[in-house]
């Protein structure tokens, strides 16, 4: 069974024409040059048709380290709250991570009013030990070299009536193009046989093509008797 990467699967027809579907895909697969059996491929979408494709639910950052391969930092949210007051913007910091503090209720009414108080959310990526960065000269602050991935949960979404039935047209283009490949290769094939070496073969009961005996036909020559046999040597 062939082996194909994605864009050979999705040329052929094998995969859904849903773009969140093929991120799925390609996540599972692990990159879009990975080869996977034909096998892989069908199993992976069957899935995807019966239990849904996965979502994205968020995004990391990844690092290069020295040995050429990306590796994932860790993540640190922070939660600051700002509201408007006589005096200008007002900030009040929540602290970070999950147990982030609510503002302060007491906060509201020294302004005359209660609430109205806004949370801001930011999150900032720290990079694994060793990572690769060079320090800007300016800021002194390290550069590293990063790129951002998809993260994804165990919420799935279902395909739509209509991204069903390209999925079946898709797979009947496929199998008709693959068939048709097929048939290509095998006139090719019986083409290139008809020259080379079977191409100079004499064909049963036909003389050689230069007109000279066959080998093994004509002995050679020497029709003396031996013990009074006239045997041909």
Not at 76 to 92: A, D, I
Not at 150 to 167: M, N, Q
């Given at each position: 069974?062939?082996?194909l990467?994605f864009?050979?699967?999705?040329?052929?027809?094998?995969?859904?024409?849903?773009?969140?579907?093929?991120?799925?895909?390609?996540?599972?697969?692990?990159?879009?040059?990975?080869?996977?059996?034909?096998?892989?491929?069908?199993?992976?979408?069957?899935?995807?048709?019966?239990?849904?494709?996965?979502?994205?639910?968020?995004?990391?950052?990844?690092?290069?380290?020295?040995t050429?391969?990306?590796?994932?930092?860790?993540?640190?949210?922070?939660?600051?709250?700002?509201?408007?007051s006589?005096?200008?913007?007002?900030?009040?910091?929540?602290?970070?991570?999950?147990?982030?503090?609510?503002?302060?209720?007491?906060?509201?009414?020294?302004?005359?009013?209660?609430?109205?108080w806004?949370?801001?959310?930011?999150?900032?990526?720290?990079?694994?030990?060793?990572?690769?960065?060079?320090?800007?000269?300016?800021?002194?602050?390290?550069?590293?070299?990063?790129?951002?991935?998809?993260?994804?949960?165990?919420?799935?979404?279902?395909?739509?009536?209509?991204?069903?039935?390209?999925?079946?047209?898709?797979?009947?283009?496929?199998?008709?193009?693959?068939?048709?490949?097929?048939?290509?290769?095998?006139?090719?094939?019986?083409?290139?046989?008809?020259?080379?070496?079977?191409?100079?073969?004499?064909?049963?009961?036909?003389?050689?093509?230069?007109?000279?005996?066959?080998?093994?036909?004509?002995?050679?020559?020497?029709?003396?008797?031996?013990?009074?046999?006239?045997?041909?040597?």
């Amino acid at each position: 069974m062939a082996a194909l990467d994605f864009g050979m699967a999705l040329s052929r027809g094998m995969l859904p024409t849903s773009e969140k579907a093929q991120k799925d895909l390609l996540n599972l697969a692990g990159g879009r040059n990975i080869f996977k059996s034909e096998d892989w491929w069908n199993k992976a979408v069957d899935k995807q048709i019966k239990e849904g494709y996965r979502t994205v639910e968020s995004q990391n950052k990844e690092f290069l380290m020295p040995t050429g391969e990306y590796k994932a930092g860790t993540t640190q949210t922070s939660t600051s709250y700002v509201q408007s007051s006589p005096f200008g913007l007002m900030t009040y910091s929540g602290g970070s991570g999950p147990l982030a503090q609510s503002a302060p209720s007491y906060m509201g009414p020294l302004w005359g009013y209660s609430g109205g108080w806004q949370a801001r959310t930011s999150t900032s990526y720290i990079a694994p030990e060793g990572a690769i960065f060079k320090v800007d000269p300016k800021t002194k602050e390290k550069q590293y070299t990063s790129r951002f991935y998809d993260v994804y949960g165990s919420k799935r979404e279902d395909f739509t009536a209509g991204e069903l039935s390209d999925i079946t047209a898709s797979a009947k283009r496929g199998a008709e193009q693959a068939k048709r490949i097929a048939a290509e290769s095998k006139a090719t094939r019986k083409k290139r046989g008809t020259g080379g070496v079977l191409a100079k073969a004499r064909i049963e009961g036909e003389g050689p093509a230069t007109g000279l005996p066959a080998l093994g036909e004509g002995g050679l020559g020497i029709t003396g008797s031996i013990l009074g046999g006239g045997i041909k040597l």
